[in-house]
């Protein structure tokens, strides 16, 4: 069995968190920043979907120009793109090596935000502020953890140095849940990172 489960739709998410979370702790990361190339190929999408097909006498007067705004465009995109990416696939790689340690209390899924948008408005995910958002749930109940950010409803950033940094925070969600409490705060502060954004 992984330690890491990737999850394709909103009832599997719901699933596992009602089912998974009635013994365990449930920890999801949320994210739209799975693949760097998609964003670059969703990017480019986007951009020809604007033009519009009537338009085609002068969209080949101003094509150079356009050309021009779309390609300073995507590589605007791309610099933040890139960071997000980085951003995420660091956790992810936290969370594959946190797993082990907490597998007896804890079930890891990750959750691509494009893929599955049922709880984008609902948990504010989806947009280009964060690259991930990890969240916790014990017994159908979303535990927020106060980490001196100012955000506890999820960790949206990354600034662990390792598993030890991290690990505090996952162990504060599982004592919250254990005890009925849905906020709880934890030993460690990360309240630089909310200075550095």
């Not at 190339?37 to 101003?62: I, L």
């Not at 995507?74 to 990416?85: C, G, K, N, T």
């Amino acid at each position: 069995m992984t330690e890491v489960s990737t999850l394709h739709s909103a009832w599997d998410v719901d699933r596992h968190i009602v089912l998974d979370s009635a013994e365990k702790l449930v920890l999801v990361r949320f994210s739209s920043y799975t693949s760097f190339a998609e964003e670059v190929e969703d990017h480019r999408q986007q951009e020809r979907g604007r033009a519009a097909p009537h338009a085609a006498s002068r969209q080949r007067k101003r094509g150079r120009d356009d050309d021009a705004l779309a390609d300073a465009a995507a590589s605007l995109l791309l610099q933040d793109a890139d960071e997000h990416y980085l951003r995420t696939r660091q956790m992810d790689a936290l969370l594959r090596e946190i797993a082990p340690k907490i597998r007896k209390y804890c079930t890891i899924f990750l959750v691509d935000t494009r893929e599955v948008t049922a709880f984008n408005d609902l948990y504010e995910l989806g947009h280009d502020r964060d690259p991930f958002a990890v969240m916790f749930f014990y017994r159908n109940r979303h535990i927020r953890v106060d980490v001196g950010t100012g955000n506890n409803n999820k960790v949206n950033f990354f600034a662990f140095e390792d598993v030890y940094d991290f690990l505090p925070v996952v162990d504060a969600a599982y004592k919250a849940g254990k005890q009925g409490r849905s906020i709880t705060s934890c030993d460690k502060k990360f309240s630089t990172v909310a200075l550095r954004r």
